[in-house]
C-alpha cells in the first residue's frame, strides 16, 4: 500500500472510531492508549484471518487500515467503552456480521501480518474466506424458539454456509404428538464465525451467539480420556509413563534414608 494512500486510510478509520465519541479533544492521550492495550478481550471477535489473540494483539499496529477497507463497516476500532485491546479492530455481530466478501478487502490491507493472508490461501493467489475461523456460533437451548417447538429458521437460512455450517435437525414433538421440531446443529468444523445468524437471530436477545473459539468449545482437561480412542488412550500412558519416572525419582530420594541417616 502507498504511504499516502495508508495514513488517508488510518485518517478515515480513526475518523470512524472517534464518531460520536466526543474524544477527538484527547488525542495524545488516546494515542498512548491505542498504542499500549489496556483490556484482555477474552470475548472480542477478531477479523477474518487474525492470528491467536496474543500475537493479535503484539502484531496490530491498530491503524485501521482493515477497518477502512471493509466495504460493510462491520469492522470498528475498540474505545474505552468496548472490551478489548484498545484501538484494535473488533466486530460485534448483531450489529454488523462479517459478510464473508470472496476477495477478503480486510486481510490484505493489513500492513503489519496481525491478519495472516496465509491462513486463507486456497489455490493460486486466491484467497477463501471460507477457512477464516473468526469465532464459533453456539445454540441456546433455552432461548432458541425451534427448541420450543415453535417453527423458526432465520439464523439456518441466513448461514452463507447454509446445510453446511447450520444444519436442521428433525425431532419428534412428543409433548403434541403432532408436530416436528426442526432444531439448529453447528458445524463447528465449518462455521467461520461471521456472525451473519446472530445478526438475523429473531429471539430479543440472540438465542445463537459467536464467540471466540476457545471460549465456544471450553476445555476437557487433560484427565478425561476418550476410552474407545486409541490415540487418547496413548496421551495418557505417555503422561502415566512420565509421572512414574519422576515418581520413581522421588520415591528413590525419600527411600535412600540410610544415606540420610549415616550424615
Ligand atoms: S470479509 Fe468483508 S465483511 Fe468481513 S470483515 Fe473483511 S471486509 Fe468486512
Ligand atoms: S457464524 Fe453462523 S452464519 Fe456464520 S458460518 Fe457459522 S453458523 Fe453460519
Ligand atoms: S433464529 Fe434464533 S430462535 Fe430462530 S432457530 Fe435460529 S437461534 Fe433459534
Aim: proline letters at 6%; charged letters at 25%.
Amino acid at each position: 500500500m502507498e504511504k499516502n494512500n495508508f495514513n488517508s486510510s488510518r485518517r478515515d478509520a480513526l475518523k470512524k472510531l472517534f464518531k460520536g465519541t466526543g474524544f477527538l479533544g484527547m488525542g495524545g492521550t488516546l494515542w498512548t492508549g491505542l498504542s499500549s492495550g489496556l483490556a484482555k478481550g477474552e470475548l472480542v471477535l477478531r477479523p477474518p484471518a487474525a492470528l491467536d489473540e496474543p500475537n493479535f494483539i503484539k502484531a496490530c499496529i491498530k491503524c485501521g487500515a482493515c477497518v477502512e477497507a471493509c466495504p460493510y463497516d462491520s469492522l470498528k476500532l475498540a474505545t474505552v467503552n468496548t472490551e478489548g485491546a484498545l484501538g484494535a479492530p473488533h466486530f460485534e455481530p448483531r450489529e454488523v456480521p462479517c459478510y464473508m466478501c470472496p476477495t477478503v478487502p480486510c486481510v490484505p490491507a493489513c500492513p503489519s501480518g496481525a491478519l495472516d493472508i496465509t491462513k486463507l490461501q486456497a489455490e493460486g493467489d486466491q484467497m477463501d474466506i471460507n477457512k477464516s475461523r473468526m469465532g464459533l456460533a453456539v445454540v441456546h437451548k433455552e432461548t432458541c424458539i425451534a427448541f420450543w417447538g415453535i417453527q423458526c429458521d432465520a439464523c439456518y437460512r441466513a448461514c452463507p454456509l447454509i446445510d453446511e455450517a447450520i444444519t436442521l435437525q428433525y425431532e419428534k414433538n412428543e409433548r403434541t404428538g403432532k408436530h416436528a421440531y426442526l432444531k439448529p446443529v453447528i458445524n463447528s468444523d465449518i462455521c467461520t464465525g461471521c456472525g451473519i445468524c446472530e445478526h438475523a437471530c429473531v429471539t430479543e436477545l440472540p438465542a445463537i451467539k459467536v464467540l471466540p473459539i476457545d471460549v465456544s468449545t471450553g476445555k476437557v482437561g487433560n484427565h478425561y480420556v476418550k476410552g474407545w480412542d486409541t490415540k487418547d488412550e496413548q496421551r495418557i500412558n505417555n503422561s502415566q509413563h512420565n509421572a512414574t519416572e519422576s515418581d520413581d525419582g522421588s520415591l528413590d530420594y525419600l527411600n535412600d534414608w540410610e544415606s540420610l541417616i549415616d550424615d
